[in-house]
């Protein structure tokens, strides 16, 4: 039993039978990832828009390597089946497009697709950045990819997503963990969304070598608000994926940081992050562990009033909290020395969230902090290029946890029934979407952020 009285009813023997006669909206089980679990639970579709597409034999050397049967035509029989089993993906080379008249070989491949993704399968459509195109004609293709998938992904059924990822020029070789993320189960709450790789100049790294059960193995990793939610769960998927955690929540959290911080074989910090000198606590603790390489900006607070009730002293915690601490702690990091602080090629993971993109009532100090993390991350980006390292953001919809757990029914049942998923998410979404960002495989992926939130409806 979840606490998702009304998805454990659909998902029942009866719920069913009664849900299909009355037209309830179904509620998907989402596959999620497990160690070992391949990157595909079976065939894969594989289209090209144009003659000019760079990135098909991309993917088909993933794929390849994940020991994927591909097909190219979407009618194909599959798996030794027919022209209509199904597939757990299908993935469209969209690169090269001249003019919106290229956007129907995509429609083409795409509409026997729909019928063909099985549950919980990934639709991947995959075009240029329409800004570095100057002909109208061209850009406004690129562009209407995003309308194509933001809509594509409110009809895909059973669990089944559909996401967009821009590739920068030259950015092509520079794909593989974000290929693996969106089509993997790490994925699963993440619908409707686009992603842009390659777009902030002067990454480096490479994927070669990642072994990809264990894609941190030797990274330190500090996590803040660790004691519980989200971040509990963020410290457990990052040591689960080999790194060695550092845990940090405030004092009076004590005790439930330290059961954190046992169960995942790391330490523990206790640290109220707006303290004075968070950042260099957070450093001479690390030195222990030889240095940081990954930081995940977690801890967070709401408060919330509606703007008329408001008062300074509550406003002021919330942003020292949520954007305040991080600016701050990031500025010692930028400017620790890379052997013994903050190492190069580091990843700073921080949450966003979706009240930052689409508003929400009461939450104008929480809404304020997390629209300014962003900020915060976008001028971030290219500064962390410069040392090789990475900044990126989740923004997650509604998640089930103690906080969401606590609102009044209607609110909480809106949160879940409004999004194309149909349900809440679980910290697990979130936590993988950060270990994604975290791997040293995703140092193309700058500057991001990636709702987690099931397409929810709220907002863009
Ligand atoms: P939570 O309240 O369960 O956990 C937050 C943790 O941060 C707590 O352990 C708390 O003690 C710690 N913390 C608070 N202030 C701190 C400080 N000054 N120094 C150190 N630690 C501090 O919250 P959660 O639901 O797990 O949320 C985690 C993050 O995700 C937050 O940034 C939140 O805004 C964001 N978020 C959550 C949701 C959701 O649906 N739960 C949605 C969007 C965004």
Same mark, same amino acid.
């Given at each position: 039993?979840?606490?998702?009285?009304?998805?454990?009813?659909?998902?029942?023997?009866?719920?069913?039978?009664?849900?299909?006669?009355?037209?309830?909206?179904?509620?998907?089980?989402?596959?999620?990832?497990?160690?070992?679990?391949?990157?595909?639970?079976?065939?894969?579709?594989?289209?090209?828009?144009?003659?000019?597409?760079?990135?098909?034999?991309?993917?088909?050397?993933?794929?390849? $390597?994940?020991?994927?049967?591909?097909?190219?035509?979407?009618?194909?029989?599959?798996?030794?089946?027919?022209? /209509?089993?199904?597939?757990?993906?299908?993935?469209?080379?969209?690169?090269?497009?001249?003019?919106?008249?290229?956007?129907?070989?995509?429609?083409?491949?795409?509409?026997?697709?729909?019928?063909?993704?099985?549950?919980?399968?990934?639709?991947?459509?995959?075009?240029?950045?329409?800004?570095?195109?100057?002909?109208?004609?061209?850009?406004?293709?690129?562009?209407?990819?995003?309308?194509?998938?933001?809509?594509?992904?409110?009809?895909?059924?059973?669990?089944?997503?559909?996401?967009?990822?821009?590739?920068?020029?030259?950015? $092509?070789?520079? +794909? $593989?963990?974000?290929?693996?993320?969106?089509?993997?189960?790490?994925?699963?709450?993440?619908?409707?969304?686009?992603?842009?790789?390659?777009?902030?100049?002067?990454?480096t790294g490479?994927?070669?070598?990642?072994?990809?059960?264990h894609p941190v193995r030797g990274k330190v990793a500090v996590v803040t608000g660790a004691a519980?939610?989200?971040g509990r769960?963020v410290a457990k998927t990052l040591a689960r994926d080999g790194a060695t955690v550092v845990a940090v929540d405030i004092p009076s959290a004590g005790e439930a940081l330290a059961r954190t911080a046992n169960d995942v074989g790391g330490t523990a910090l206790q640290l109220d992050i707006t303290a004075d000198g968070a950042g260099e606590a957070i450093l001479s603790h690390c030195e222990r562990h030889g240095g940081i390489d990954i930081v995940v900006h977690n801890a967070?607070? /709401?408060?919330?009033?509606?703007?008329?009730?408001?008062?300074?002293?509550?406003?002021?915690?919330?942003?020292?909290v949520?954007?305040n601490a991080q600016l701050a702690i990031n500025d010692v990091l930028m400017a620790s020395s890379d052997d013994t602080g903050f190492h190069r090629g580091g990843r700073i993971i921080t949450?966003?969230?979706?009240?930052?993109?689409?508003?929400?009532?009461?939450?104008?100090?929480?809404?304020?902090?997390?629209?300014?993390?962003?900020? +915060?991350?976008?001028?971030t980006?290219?500064l962390l290029?410069a040392k090789g390292a990475t900044i990126?953001?989740?923004?997650?919809?509604?998640? $089930?946890?103690?906080?969401?757990?606590?609102?009044?029914?209607?609110?909480?049942?809106?949160?879940?029934?409004?999004?194309?998923?149909?349900?809440?998410?679980?910290?697990?979404?979130?936590?993988?979407?950060i270990a994604?960002f975290a791997q040293g495989?995703?140092y193309?992926?700058?500057?991001?952020?990636?709702?987690?939130?099931?397409?929810?409806?709220?907002?863009?």
């Open positions: 039993m979840s606490n998702d009285w009304y998805s454990d009813f659909v998902n029942s023997g009866i719920g069913k039978a009664i849900a299909g006669n009355v037209g309830l909206p179904p509620v998907p089980k989402l596959r999620r990832w497990e160690p070992g679990q391949p990157l595909l639970s079976g065939p894969a579709l594989l289209g090209t828009a144009t003659a000019d597409g760079r990135v098909a034999k991309v993917v088909r050397a993933v794929l390849a $390597e994940a020991g994927v049967e591909v097909h190219e035509d979407p009618n194909a029989p599959v798996g030794g089946g027919s022209s /209509t089993s199904k597939v757990a993906a299908a993935i469209v080379d969209a690169t090269g497009l001249s003019s919106p008249a290229d956007l129907a070989a995509i429609q083409g491949f795409l509409t026997p697709c729909m019928r063909r993704v099985g549950p919980s399968g990934r639709i991947l459509v995959i075009g240029d950045v329409p800004a570095e195109a100057e002909r109208p004609a061209v850009r406004a293709a690129r562009r209407s990819l995003e309308g194509l998938v933001r809509s594509a992904a409110k009809e895909a059924r059973y669990g089944a997503t559909v996401n967009l990822i821009h590739v920068a020029d030259g950015a $092509e070789n520079d +794909l $593989e963990s974000t290929l693996r993320f969106f089509l993997s189960s790490r994925s699963a709450f993440v619908d409707g969304q686009r992603l842009d790789v390659g777009t902030v100049p002067g990454y490479s994927s070669a070598g990642t072994d990809w059960d519980r939610g989200i769960t967070g607070i /709401t408060r919330d009033k509606l703007l008329a009730n408001q008062d300074t002293d509550r406003w002021n915690s919330v942003i020292d949520n954007l949450v966003s969230s979706m009240a930052g993109i689409a508003g929400n009532r009461g939450q104008t100090a929480y809404g304020a902090s997390k629209a300014g993390v962003i900020g +915060l991350v976008d001028a980006a290219p290029a990126n953001a989740v923004a997650p919809g509604f998640i $089930e946890t103690d906080m969401t757990a606590a609102m009044p029914v209607g609110t909480r049942e809106a949160g879940r029934r409004l999004s194309s998923l149909t349900q809440g998410g679980l910290p697990v979404d979130v936590a993988e979407t994604w495989a995703s193309a992926v700058n500057g991001q952020v990636l709702r987690v939130d099931g397409q929810n409806y709220l907002g863009a």
